[in-house]
């Protein structure tokens, strides 16, 4: 079993939809939790790090942690076309030097 | 504010040829410093990191190396490239077990 699991997609919703992108880890070891956005041809950038589980929101974003299913999902309200980008979910290793990411999901948002 | 730099943004080289990729960081002290690179359908991989000067882990075997002759400076190299080594090569850092901070990255095509 991979360290961390992601479904590619893509994923196509319209304008206005909630999605919810989800991970799967194998490690119940890790602790630290974050979720990427990656636009096409761009560096990934940070959009949410949590450590704990819950239930962390920021504006549309709302990241969730469950560590007895070792399951962490990223759920968009409102979703815009702005979002329509590659979403990578990232744990730290147990050693806590190195992130470990999923493959992506990739999400488009039509108008 | 932190910024990270990546040159070249876009290269082109024949197999065989040797490779260096810069990336460097301003506005931060003694960071640590990832190497990786992510290609079509298979998620970004983790080739190096480095806690400090001079310090390198690989933690992937292959013909790429990657040195740090200053504190914000992280290079990656090749003496002879291969197809493979074809992707997008990202540079990140961070000042712990934090938040990880990507720099534009390099399209490196190997022809």
């Known amino acids: 079993q991979k360290e961390v699991e992601q479904d590619p997609g893509p994923l196509s919703v319209p304008e206005g939809a909630i999605v919810s992108l989800n991970c799967t880890y194998s490690?119940?070891?890790?602790?630290?939790f974050m979720w990427y956005r990656q636009y096409s041809r761009k560096g990934p950038e940070l959009l949410m790090y949590t450590y704990s589980s819950g239930n962390k929101e920021d504006g549309r974003f709302t990241a969730q942690v469950d560590k007895s299913s070792k399951y962490i999902s990223l759920f968009i309200r409102d979703s815009q076309p702005s979002d329509s980008a590659t979403y990578l979910c990232a744990l730290y290793n147990q050693a806590g030097t190195a992130l470990i990411f999923g493959k992506g999901t990739t999400l488009s948002v039509s108008s | 504010s932190q910024t990270i730099h990546q040159w070249p943004a876009t290269l082109v080289q024949p197999v065989g040829s040797p490779l260096s990729l810069e990336c460097t960081v301003e506005?931060?002290?003694?960071?640590?410093l990832y190497w990786y690179r992510q290609a079509a359908g298979r998620g970004l991989q983790l080739l190096f990191y480095s806690v400090g000067i001079g310090q390198i882990s690989s933690e992937v075997p292959q013909n790429l190396s990657a040195s740090r002759p200053q504190d914000r400076q992280f290079i990656l190299s090749s003496k002879k490239l291969l197809l493979s080594d074809s992707g997008f090569y990202l540079c990140?850092?961070?000042?712990?077990?934090?938040?990880?901070?990507f720099g534009p990255g390099t399209r490196l095509t190997v022809l």
């Open positions: 990140a850092w961070t000042s712990g077990r934090d938040e990880q901070f």
């Open positions: 506005g931060t002290s003694n960071p640590n």
């Open positions: 490690n119940s070891a890790f602790q630290y």
